[in-house]
Structures are given as structure tokens and as C-alpha cells.
């Protein structure tokens, strides 16, 4: 198998040029009316590229810089289809999965499953955390057992928002809650809190991080965003979340946009139940989209799907499991081309109503590029069972799982991904930035 035949590597520096760039440039169970409306607003969308951010000399590229990044893009391409024309159904459907797991060493049956099904990605929670040298440890052992099986380097994420969420080990500094920063209402802090998030996430080797939060806040009754939002009004949340997301990516780490299409306006926890919003098509358009929007127009990279059900656009399935939510609206409408991964299909909006099976099927049958399974060893391998079953039957067609496999590889090679981890933590830089940030907070209150 192998990216080594393709000279993963070696395509690197090249592909590191384009991520440069880009950073510093910055259901079917629904009529048939409601997709015709979403196209028609799709053909008359304006591009909403106006840039309330920071500004760079590479926002006018040269034209030997654009010839640059266009050779660099072709080869990029000639090498991830390469890549996904050499593996089998079961190594592109492992890529698909992202994971949880218990403890904080990685035991022989996760090893196993991770290195027999060439899992494309994990995720860590606060019961894998200890200290630093731990977690540090622990994201290098991660990164060489993937190293021995596959060439394809491993997504290593965290929820790391700051305030409430946050996962980082004891003697790290926490940010403040997004709250606090939309209500100061500085795109410069933002951006600086942005660049915080991903400057501790990459000391400790993780390579995506599941931020930032672009929900409105809508619902004084909200039990599962409240502060974790940058606010109720949907500008602002728009702006800060735009620039906390481009500090993310300065760093070199992936941001995850969540929780798509909009959770603030829901009073029930999704981690308990599923949600029910019973919001019009363009309320939704609105509001809860807007911020969206704005963050794929500023090169969002990855964004997560809601377990919440929209009767107005699908009176079945909730967002994560929808071709309405995840196909039509969030790819045809407003245009994102990047990866897409469902919110924990462990969760109780999820497992109260579906088979766990059943539900990573339906997710990616809805568009979805990683299915996203954080408890239990029974749920994971039934949905990497499920998933590769539907494959080889027929039920989704292996041109499909391609799809989602060439948008994977993409952005690990825009991000120039390794199996590589930091030798040491410089706790005292790392904390000095949270310092900085809540002390600007303090006088301005």
C-alpha cells in the first residue's frame, strides 16, 4: 500500500507553500419543493466574501505565486488519487472513523483495532488525560501504531473551546468562555484566543481541534451551549468565530466548525436526547446559517453535524443522518467542499433511536465524510462492520466512500500531517498566552 509510493513526503514542502498561503490570505423524507428553493438559492447566492479580519500582502498573490500553488495543487491531486486508487474498501472505510477510547495508555484491543482497521482519526477526553508528560506520551504512541500499519498520518483531536470545554492537562491555563469574548466584541482577542487554542493543542501533538463554536445562542433555555457561544446575535458570533477560527489555523492545527446547522436554539441536552427544532427553512437561513456561511467563505476546513431534528427540512432523521441537512443545504447551498463529521453517534439523541450500525450507514448515505463513534468497543465495531458491509453490498457505492476518502487525504496533506510529536512542553509560553487574553479581559470589563 502505500503514500510511499506516491511520495507523501516528498510532496510535502510544497503542500506546506499552499497551507501558508491560505493562512495568512487567511430527505429524501422532505418535498421536493424545499431542494428545489435550496437550489434556487444556491444560483442566486452572492460570493459573502467580505474580509473583516486581519489583512496580508498575500491577499494579492503574484502570478508566480499563483502558478506555484496551482502546480503544487495538481500534484497534490495526482497523488491522493494515486493514493485511493491503491486501497482496499476496508482501509478507505477505516479512514471514514474517528474513535474514543478508555484509559490513558492505549491498550492491546484498541491497538488492535485501530492498526487492523486503519482508523483515520481518534479523539481524546478528559478520562485519557492525566498530566502533561502523559498526554504528550500518549499522542506519540498514538501517532507510531498507526505509523506501523498505514502511511497515511493519524487525526489526533480534542474538544479544546476554552471556558467550560477544555481538556487540556491540570497545569494549563484555561481560556475564558467564547461568551465573554463576543461580548468585548474584538476580532483582534478572538484571533488571539484562536492562536492559544492551537498553539497548546499542537504542543501536545494533537492535529485538529473542535473549535469553534459558531451556534447563536438563541435560547435563553439552551442546556448544552449557553457560553460556549460567542452570543445571541448572529453577527457577532459570525465575526468572532470567523477570526478565532483563522488563529486555529495560524497555528497549523485544524478547526472544526460545530454544530451544524445551528444548536442554540434546542432545550434539550443531545448527549440525553434528540433535540426537536421546529424552525421554518428560512428562519434557519436567517439565523443559525449565517455564521456558517461566513466561516466556509473564510476557507473553513472541517465541519461537525448536529444531532438535531428539523421537521421543516427533514421530518425523519435528525441533521447528522440527513441528505437534506448535510447534502443539499450544507454542500449545495452554501458551497463547503471541505470535510464533514457527525457529532458522537454515541450519544443519546442517537442510540435512543438508532442502531449504531444503522446510523453510520444512514450518515454517510446523508454526505458525511467521517462518522465520528466515542464509547463503547461494541459501537465501534459494529459501525466499521456496518459501514464496510454496506460497501461491498452495494448499498453505498464505493464511488461514494472515494468521495469522502479524497476529501480526508486532502486535508491532511494541505496540513501536511505527520506521525511525529513534540519532545518537550513549554508550559510557562503556553500559559503566558491564556495570561495575556484574560488580562485584556479584565480591563475591559
Not at 493514493?83 to 478507505?92: D, H, L, P
Not at 487554542?197 to 433555555?221: C, L
Not at 454526505?367 to 459501514?387: F, M, Q, R
Amino acid at each position: 500500500m502505500g503514500i510511499k509510493n506516491i511520495k507523501w513526503k516528498a510532496i510535502g514542502v510544497c503542500l506546506a507553500l499552499i497551507f501558508f498561503t491560505a493562512l495568512v490570505g487567511c430527505s429524501q423524507n422532505t418535498d421536493n419543493s424545499v431542494e428545489q428553493e435550496i437550489q434556487q438559492r444556491q444560483d442566486n447566492k452572492g460570493d459573502g466574501n467580505e474580509d473583516e479580519g486581519k489583512s496580508s500582502a498575500q491577499d494579492n498573490p503574484t502570478e508566480e505565486d499563483e502558478k506555484d500553488s496551482e502546480e503544487s495543487s495538481v500534484d497534490m491531486k495526482e497523488a491522493v488519487q494515486e493514493k485511493i486508487s491503491s486501497m482496499t474498501i476496508k482501509e478507505k472505510v477505516g479512514q471514514m472513523l474517528m474513535i474514543g477510547f478508555e484509559g490513558t495508555q492505549v491498550n492491546d484491543q484498541t491497538r488492535n483495532f485501530i492498526q487492523e482497521n486503519h482508523i483515520g482519526g481518534v479523539i481524546l477526553f478528559e478520562r485519557n488525560i492525566t498530566d502533561s508528560k502523559q498526554l504528550l506520551n500518549l499522542n506519540r504512541e498514538l501517532k507510531e501504531l498507526n505509523a506501523d500499519s498505514q502511511d497515511i498520518p493519524l487525526f489526533i483531536s480534542v474538544d479544546e473551546e476554552g471556558g467550560v470545554v477544555s481538556r487540556m492537562p491540570p497545569k494549563i491555563v484555561n481560556l475564558p468562555d467564547s461568551k465573554k469574548i463576543g461580548d468585548l466584541n474584538n476580532t483582534e482577542l478572538a484571533y488571539q484566543v484562536g492562536e492559544a487554542i492551537g498553539e497548546r493543542v499542537n504542543a501536545f501533538g494533537f492535529n485538529v481541534t473542535m473549535a469553534p463554536v459558531m451556534d447563536v445562542n438563541s435560547n435563553p433555555d439552551n442546556p448544552i451551549i449557553g457560553k460556549r457561544a460567542f452570543g445571541d446575535n448572529k453577527e457577532i458570533v459570525s465575526k468572532m468565530g470567523v477570526e478565532e477560527m483563522k488563529g486555529i489555523q495560524s497555528k497549523g492545527i485544524i478547526p472544526v466548525i460545530k454544530h451544524f446547522p445551528g444548536h442554540g436554539d434546542t432545550d434539550v441536552d443531545s448527549h440525553l436526547g434528540l433535540p426537536v427544532v421546529h424552525n421554518s427553512l428560512e428562519s434557519i437561513r436567517e439565523m443559525e446559517l449565517v455564521p456558517f456561511q461566513k466561516a466556509i467563505d473564510h476557507q473553513a476546513d472541517m465541519t461537525m453535524v448536529a444531532h438535531i431534528l428539523l421537521p421543516e427540512i427533514d421530518n425523519e432523521d435528525p441533521a447528522s443522518l440527513s441528505k437534506n441537512v448535510v447534502t443539499t443545504m450544507l454542500r449545495e447551498e452554501l458551497g463547503f467542499d471541505g470535510v464533514t463529521i457527525t457529532d458522537d453517534l454515541t450519544m443519546g439523541a442517537i442510540l435512543e433511536n438508532y442502531d449504531i450500525g444503522d446510523a453510520t450507514v444512514k450518515a454517510v448515505q446523508a454526505g458525511n465524510d467521517i462518522v465520528l463513534v466515542c464509547h463503547g468497543d461494541e459501537n465501534k465495531l459494529k459501525a466499521v462492520h456496518s459501514l464496510t458491509k454496506a460497501v461491498e453490498s452495494g448499498a453505498i457505492k464505493e464511488e461514494r466512500i472515494d468521495e469522502s476518502v479524497k476529501r480526508i487525504l486532502h486535508l491532511k496533506e494541505k496540513y501536511n500531517l505527520s506521525s511525529t510529536s513534540p519532545s518537550n512542553i513549554e508550559l510557562d509560553k503556553i500559559n503566558q498566552s491564556s495570561e495575556k487574553i484574560i488580562r485584556k479581559l479584565e480591563e475591559n470589563e
